[in-house]
């Protein structure tokens, strides 16, 4: 009977909401999702119960941008600090740095609160949101507050490429792929961007490039060892716990992040367990009729039978329901 593994390393994302709607975001955040943010007494509970975790390394503080609500996000550090829960880095798009100076001042409230390191992001995807230099001035600001080991970039070899790029100015991705002389129509932008996942938004604005298979193709490929995977489990504003890299699939919270999972209890989830997304079209989505263009990956696959799925509106652990509109 499958159950969530002892969790080892995620994120606590403490909003969906972002100033960018990044085309590679896994989890959809956007400006026009909810303007919720993780409550205080969550937080704690969250924390108190990643506390009970004896195999976690540690955690990263995320969004959306966690930088939307500076109270919340710094009580976010304060709390993992009384629960003894490490916290690796933020993770920030560093929209929010104006200039060197109010970086700096932002930083520095989070140093004071007990945060040790950054994660800025870097790619032609924020660049469509985010200009460079404020990218650059996070940088700077970073690494004058947290010393040069407290500042990771994300990617450093996507940050030297785009030096060729105005950095005054955000661009979208057709036009710095043009400046910079990536052809997306040969995958250069999944090239350059090797981390990608193909799921979540990506799997709706980013499939140039990507060969597509007919839905059939993806039979027997059971997703046990990935949603078995807490190496980055994400932890989300509501409580749900995501394993692997399948947002929206909730099998466990922080109420119990250990459930026994069974076909009664989180139907969806067993077939995933058990047999991939082709299982899942063929148990519990027969009426299903998948996109004759194909698709780029057993999760783009899994992603478009699930907004079917939700659209009937009974699997609970579909979750949160803004995640599939
Ligand atoms: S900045 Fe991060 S959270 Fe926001 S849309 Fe982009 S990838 Fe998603
Ligand atoms: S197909 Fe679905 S369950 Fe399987 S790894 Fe991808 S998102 Fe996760």
Avoid at 112 to 121: E, K, M, R, Y
Avoid at 272 to 277: A, R, Y
Avoid at 294 to 318: K, M, N, P, T
Wanted: with cysteine; proline share 7%.
């Amino acid at each position: 009977m499958p159950t969530v593994p002892p969790l080892i390393s995620g994120g606590v994302m403490l909003t969906y909401r972002c100033t960018n709607a990044c085309k590679h975001c896994a989890y959809r955040c956007s400006p026009t999702r909810p303007d919720y943010f993780m409550p205080e007494e969550m937080i704690d509970r969250t924390f108190a119960a990643l506390a009970g975790e004896g195999a976690l390394h540690g955690v990263h503080l995320a969004g959306g941008e966690a930088t939307l609500h500076w109270d919340r996000l710094e009580y976010a550090v304060r709390s993992a600090g009384r629960h003894g829960v490490d916290v690796d880095y933020l993770e920030t798009n560093v929209g929010w740095c104006d200039d060197f100076d109010t970086a700096c001042q932002g930083f520095e409230r989070l140093r004071q609160a007990g945060l040790t390191a950054v994660l800025i992001s870097a790619s032609l995807f924020h660049n469509e949101f985010t200009p460079l230099e404020r990218t650059k001035a996070g940088i700077l600001a970073a690494q004058e507050v947290f010393g040069p080991y407290g500042v990771i970039v994300w990617t450093p070899v996507v940050l030297r490429m785009m030096e060729d790029l105005d950095a005054s100015k955000t661009h979208p991705l057709h036009r710095s792929c043009e400046l910079l002389g990536l052809d997306p129509k040969r995958g250069d932008v999944w090239r350059i961007h090797d981390y990608l996942t193909p799921g979540g938004r990506t799997t709706e604005k980013l499939t140039e490039g990507v060969a597509r298979r007919p839905a059939g193709e993806f039979a027997g490929q059971p997703c046990r060892s990935t949603l078995e995977s807490t190496t980055h489990f994400h932890i989300d504003s509501y409580g749900n716990l995501f394993t692997g890299h399948c947002p929206g699939i909730a099998a466990a919270t922080i109420e119990n992040l250990h459930p026994e999972i069974t076909e009664q209890s989180a139907p969806v989830y067993f077939s995933l367990w058990k047999g991939g997304p082709h299982a899942l079209w063929k148990t519990l989505a027969p009426d299903f009729d998948p996109d004759p263009a194909g698709y780029i990956s057993r999760c783009h696959l899994c992603l478009d039978l699930r907004q079917h799925l939700r659209r009937a509106g009974v699997y609970q652990e579909l979750r949160p329901n803004d995640y599939y509109d």
